[in-house]
């Protein structure tokens, strides 16, 4: 499971609808069951206080207690029906309807305490365990006039299984809908949370199509909500790219203004037909101080161009550098090979690419003996490329140093050394990375890590 905080803002939300809804649910499935089981009782309350009335209206004594053969309530006299009535005195006799013919109602077991009925105190309601079922039970308690107010018990009983059965329907009925009702609040919340949020990810879509240098700005087509936002984050961007811009005529024209003193002074040296050693000096320092001032001015526009970036096939590049360079070391006579993919595409600045592949193509060229491979692919999301060649390759301790500025592993050929490091500087102003493996073909294999995409 993927930890929260990379949860999407519609998964976070769905997950929470998926947690508190059924939370929800269960608490009203609750209170609706126990509502319903309290409707049920309160209508068998009535039901049994209906039944006391009929057999008190129903009831003479003569003097002894007498019951008509029929009663309104046929089930009284329906063997086994459920509905059981009892009528006791204390020297009047007794009466047990038919429908108990088969219980033995002296064994009539308390299950709760006897409660008075809110409206009519007289009446009582409580649940027994007759035989082998339990039932819900009317009590009234009178004294009769007629016989010398002697208290007269009249007990009606109902069994329970008729109101459990209807309660169980209800319940599964209760867990159908409810169910139903969850999966269709779960559905339409999330249609409502991607509708609502689809705002935010348009603006995420912009800013990648941004990134890619696919958009010079944020549309303005949004909610009032996010409105500011957006013309916040558009003003921010043409206020970098106008200081980009005069960041970048400023370097260039200092440039300028270094250049031309000392393109003149190497004029002035070169003048003389055979230099000394101390002219030598100095043409070479002037020489190092031009790469640098180049190298400079190349990493400072890399940091003000980054918001001008485009999508670049890759092996059209590679082809014309890798044809430049064969014929720049045809002495060598050495063999290219290209495996690159020709939907592969670079995200940035083409001059950046060049720069990066240029310098480490010229090194695979200089120190490979024979054979150059370049190689690209699509590594989670990010454009690898690799270039391989098959000199002696690279001790294990000069790894980690040479993409370090000033540091060379052939320290018998000229240079300043700068190279790899400005290849370093650039990948890093993409959050990329250069790493540095054996090879399959015996020398360095150069792994360039950089923005990328199949189109």
Same mark, same amino acid.
């Given at each position: 499971m993927l930890p929260l905080y990379k949860l999407s803002i519609l998964k976070r939300l769905v997950l929470a609808s998926v947690i508190a809804l059924p939370m929800v649910m269960l608490f009203s499935a609750v209170m609706l069951d126990k509502a319903m089981k309290n409707s049920l009782i309160t209508a068998e309350h009535e039901k049994l206080k209906a039944q006391i009335y009929q057999l008190l209206t129903a009831v003479e004594f003569e003097p002894q207690l007498y019951m008509p053969e029929v009663l309104a309530e046929a089930r009284f006299s329906q063997l086994d029906s459920g509905l059981y009535g009892r009528i006791q005195t204390e020297k009047s006799g007794r009466w047990v309807s038919s429908s108990a013919d088969l219980k033995d109602l002296s064994k009539v077991k308390n299950l709760d305490v006897w409660?008075?009925?809110?409206?009519t105190s007289s009446i009582e309601?409580?649940?027994?365990?007759?035989?082998?079922?339990?039932?819900?039970?009317?009590?009234?308690?009178?004294?009769?006039?007629?016989?010398?107010?002697?208290?007269?018990?009249?007990?009606?009983?109902?069994?329970q299984a008729d109101?459990?059965?209807?309660?169980?329907?209800?319940?599964?009925?209760?867990?159908?809908w409810l169910g139903l009702l969850l999966l269709g609040l779960i559905v339409a919340q999330t249609l409502v949370l991607k509708f609502g949020l689809q705002p935010l990810q348009q603006l995420a879509d912009e800013v990648s199509s941004l990134n890619e240098?696919?958009? *010079?700005?944020?549309s303005e087509l949004y909610p009032h909500e996010l409105k500011p936002l957006v013309l916040n984050m558009n003003h921010l961007i043409t206020s970098l790219r106008q200081q980009q811009q005069r960041f970048k005529l400023a370097l260039d024209d200092l440039a300028h203004s270094l250049k031309t003193p000392l393109t003149i002074v190497i004029g002035e040296i070169n003048k003389e037909d055979k230099l000394n050693e101390q002219q030598l000096i100095i043409s070479e320092q002037i020489d190092r101080m031009q790469d640098i001032i180049q190298h400079q001015l190349k990493r400072a526009n890399r940091g003000v161009t980054r918001l001008q970036t485009s999508s670049l096939p890759v092996e059209p590049m590679v082809n014309r550098l890798c044809s430049a360079m064969a014929r720049l070391y045809q002495?060598?006579?050495?063999? =290219?090979?290209?495996?690159?993919?020709?939907?592969?595409?670079?995200?940035?600045?083409?001059?950046?690419l060049m720069e990066v592949l240029g310098n480490l193509l010229?090194?695979?060229?200089? =120190?490979?003996?024979?054979?150059?491979?370049?190689?690209?692919?699509?590594?989670?999301?990010?454009?690898?490329?690799?270039? *391989?060649?098959?000199?002696?390759?690279?001790?294990? =301790?000069?790894?980690?140093?040479?993409?370090?500025?000033?540091?060379?592993?052939d320290t018998s050929s000229t240079g300043?050394?700068?190279?790899?490091?400005?290849?370093?500087?650039?990948?890093?102003? =993409?959050?990329?990375?250069i790493q540095i493996e054996k090879s399959i073909l015996g020398?360095?294999?150069?792994?360039?890590i950089l923005p990328g995409k199949v189109v």
């Open positions: 409660v008075e009925d809110s409206e309601f409580s649940q027994l365990a007759l035989a082998d079922e339990d039932v819900f039970a009317a009590r009234l308690k009178v004294s009769w006039e007629e016989l010398d107010n002697r208290p007269v018990e009249f007990i009606v009983m109902h069994r109101l459990q059965r209807e309660l169980a329907s209800f319940r599964w009925q209760l867990l159908w240098g696919e958009l *010079e700005k944020l002495v060598k006579n050495i063999k =290219y090979n290209i495996e690159v993919s020709a939907g592969l595409n670079f995200l940035g600045i083409g001059d950046d010229e090194n695979a060229f200089k =120190y490979g003996k024979s054979e150059v491979l370049v190689s690209a692919q699509m590594v989670q999301g990010k454009l690898h490329v690799y270039i *391989e060649d098959d000199g002696l390759g690279i001790e294990e =301790y000069l790894k980690t140093q040479l993409l370090k500025r000033g540091v060379r592993a300043q050394g700068i190279g790899l490091s400005v290849a370093m500087d650039i990948v890093l102003a =993409y959050q990329g990375g020398g360095a294999k150069f792994i360039i």
